[in-house]
């Protein structure tokens, strides 16, 4: 398949332009959090994730609920939250109810850890909008994304 193949320049230009954008934005984000913290993105936004179901005791997810969170498959949410585990920035324990239930909960170091690392997110992420906003083909997406009601409804 060539770019100019019928197949590939018949679907959305948008879905291109969003593609690419994410693309960048993870990418900046990617070596940001590794060079600052040995973290990858996929390991900062699980523990973002908990981080907001963390309110004390009960503060935590099913493992099927991390992976729906962390848009993953079962078994890389599995060797994710392994990996976390064994840096000691998350915990599993069955559920109290229902032996079957395994649940993920971050710990104090976890959340420290995410705390110090998040400046370096976010200036990360800006710098990675601004510079797709001049591209003229990201423009429009990088505002949209960049914008208060954007940040709001990510945080929520």
């Known amino acids: ?17 969003l593609s690419r954008l994410h693309d960048r934005i993870e990418s900046r984000l990617e070596q940001a ?3 600052g913290h040995d973290l990858s993105v996929r390991e900062y936004s699980l523990l973002a994730v908990l981080s ?18 962390v848009v993953l498959s079962q078994s890389a949410t599995t060797r994710l939250v392994s990996r976390l585990e064994d840096r000691a920035l998350l915990t599993r324990y ?14 104090p170091a976890g959340l420290e ?23 003229p083909e990201l423009t429009d997406l ?15």
């Not at 110090?116 to 591209?135: G, M, N």
């Open 1 to 17: 398949m060539t770019a100019t193949d019928p197949a590939l320049t018949s679907l959305p230009q948008g879905w291109f332009a």
């Open 94 to 107: 069955l559920c109290d109810t229902d032996r079957r239930g395994i649940y993920t909960d971050v710990t």
């Open 142 to 156: 990088a505002r949209v994304v960049s914008s208060p009601n954007a940040t709001a409804v990510a945080r929520k």
């Open 33 to 35: 959090l590794q060079a």
């Open 52 to 69: 907001r179901q963390h309110g004390g005791v009960g503060g935590h997810l099913r493992m099927a609920q991390v992976a729906d969170a």
């Open 113 to 135: 850890l995410l705390e110090a690392a998040r400046p370096t997110h976010d200036s990360a992420l800006c710098e990675a909008l601004q510079e797709a906003a001049k591209d």
